[in-house]
């Protein structure tokens, strides 16, 4: 599995497990028992792969957006490769929803990745999720509220999926085999941007204003009609709220420190 260390491979590594699989890790900074794998060199990538059943394809850079070409494109071609002459049956591989009509950048990327493995020889499946809460709750948000106020456009929604619940349905995927297409899967319920920054706030006990405006471009626009979700295939359970108890019940994050 690539990215085991992220936040959706810490989840997908337990749940692969509970059924049986033997797992194992890649990480560029590997634990005792990991194996140490490059995307964007190609290190380690064909000891990685060696004699594995499936690939999990998680990792990205998705710290470093800029990196995306190598890390996303480039690293996926080297890990396609590395995986055929492994005579791998399968890969998974974790794209997002909406990444064909959003013009960002690293959604440029990932669309290219997709392409990558849907042009290789190894048979796949592609699964684009919609946004994680981890995401949101320590990224976008912080970032966000650091102007003092919140600018949220009202129409534009979302619709969380929690990490496990993207990791039981990687754990269909690798059961029922390779599917050779795209699926999406969002979460339980598509909110208002309003709404989740609202719920937010309640939560982690920060105060700031919240500001309601029409932001202006084709990125707004595309995301107001729904490109960031997928209701057809509301196949999470976990909802924001369920997040934010679950991250917060005990210990609310106190204004300061935002
Ligand atoms: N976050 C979301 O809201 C979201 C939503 C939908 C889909 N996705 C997709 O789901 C996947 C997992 O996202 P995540 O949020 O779990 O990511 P994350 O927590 O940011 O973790 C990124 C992972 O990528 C690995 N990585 C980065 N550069 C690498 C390189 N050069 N070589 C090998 N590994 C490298 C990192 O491993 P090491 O640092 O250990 O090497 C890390 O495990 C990504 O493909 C992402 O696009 C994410």
Redesign the pocket.
Known sequence: M????????RAVVPRLERDGHDVRR????PKAGWVR????TGEGLAEAVAGVGAVVH??????RYRKAPE?DVA?TRRLVTAAQRARVDHIVY???VGIDRIPFGYYRH?LAAEKVLQAGQVPYSILR????P??VDERFLPLASRLGVLLTDPGITVQLVD?RDVADRIAGLLAGGPSRRVENLGGPEVLTSTRLVREWLRATGRRRPVLSLRLPGRTARVMREGALTTPDQPTGTRTWRDYLAERYARSPVRDSQA
């Not at 690539?2 to 491979?9: M, P």
């Not at 794998?37 to 964007?40: E, K, R, S, T, V």
């Not at 999720?129 to 994680?132: D, G, K, N, S, V």
């Open positions: 690539t990215g085991a260390s992220g936040v959706l491979g890649s990480s560029r900074h794998a490059d995307l964007a998680l990792a990205s850079a998705t710290k890390v690293g974790v794209s997002i990932k999720a919609t946004q994680f981890q995401l990490p």
